[in-house]
């Protein structure tokens, strides 16, 4: 079955600093692999996604993931965070097949500190 | 890019009482639409898949008679919420599947709906 794990329920970061969330996903094939943030109260809003191709994805608001198979990762980084990058980020999984529902990850609650 | 809507945005009802919420693709018919509950502080959980022109498909442990889904047509889904109880309070998010251009089958979510029940 698939999953997906976020270890790191919430991280503080400088702002200006540089960030790194992880995420791990178990899946069988080649996933299609997102990453949605959510800021309180409010709806998701993607950021990036794989679905094959470059392993690098380049996202909104300047983020970017590596897909990386032999890790089953899925890690989200950002160079310098602003403070209103603070918000909830998830990694979600779909299928290989396209189509289906996302599996989701519990979230990583981002605070940034100036 | 495609736009999602759901209405009402917040919504407070009476133990007892059946609430209804509206998820609309608002510039692309979805034929597929998704509804998923995310409880304070925690991920979002799939209730059901809801197919226009038939019955949803409802995840382990959700009770398909007290959440009932009708996808009547390619922009429209609704949720409705049977005799509404306090646990039933959550935060309901809809999705719609596109399959338009170069972004084949990409999931849109609306903004959510917030329902508490007293």
């Known amino acids: 079955a698939q999953s997906v794990t976020q270890p790191d329920i919430h991280i503080t970061v400088s702002e200006g600093a540089s960030l790194e969330l992880r995420c791990n996903y178990s899946?069988?094939?080649?996933?299609?692999l997102f990453w949605y943030v959510q800021s309180p109260g409010q709806g998701l809003q993607l950021l990036l996604k794989y679905f094959s191709g470059d392993t690098l994805v380049q996202g909104i608001k300047g983020f970017e993931a590596e897909f990386k198979r032999s890790q089953s990762s899925f890690n989200l980084r950002k160079p310098s965070v602003h403070w209103s990058d603070a918000a909830e980020y998830f990694c979600?999984?779909?299928?290989?097949?396209?189509?289906?529902?996302?599996?989701f990850g519990k979230g990583t609650t981002l605070s940034v500190s100036s | 890019g495609a736009v999602v809507s759901q209405h009402p945005s917040w919504v407070i009802c009476k133990s007892g009482t059946s609430v209804k919420i509206e998820c609309r693709s608002l510039d692309f018919q979805a034929t597929t639409m998704f509804w998923y509950r995310q409880f304070p502080k925690q991920s979002l959980m799939l209730m059901a898949t809801?197919?226009?022109?038939?019955?949803?498909?409802?995840e382990q442990g959700v009770e398909k008679d007290k959440f009932l889904i009708n996808h009547a047509s390619l922009t429209l889904s609704t949720l409705t919420v049977t005799s509404a109880h306090p646990e039933d309070s959550s935060f309901y998010i809809c999705?719609?599947?596109?399959?338009?251009?170069?972004?084949?089958?990409?999931?849109?979510f609306g903004p959510g709906t917030r329902l508490t029940v007293t």
């Open positions: 899946y069988g094939a080649t996933p299609y």
């Open positions: 999705s719609a599947l596109t399959g338009r251009g170069g972004h084949q089958h990409e999931q849109y």
């Open positions: 979600a999984v779909g299928a290989g097949q396209a189509g289906t529902a996302l599996i």
């Open positions: 809801s197919n226009e022109g038939s019955k949803a498909t409802y």
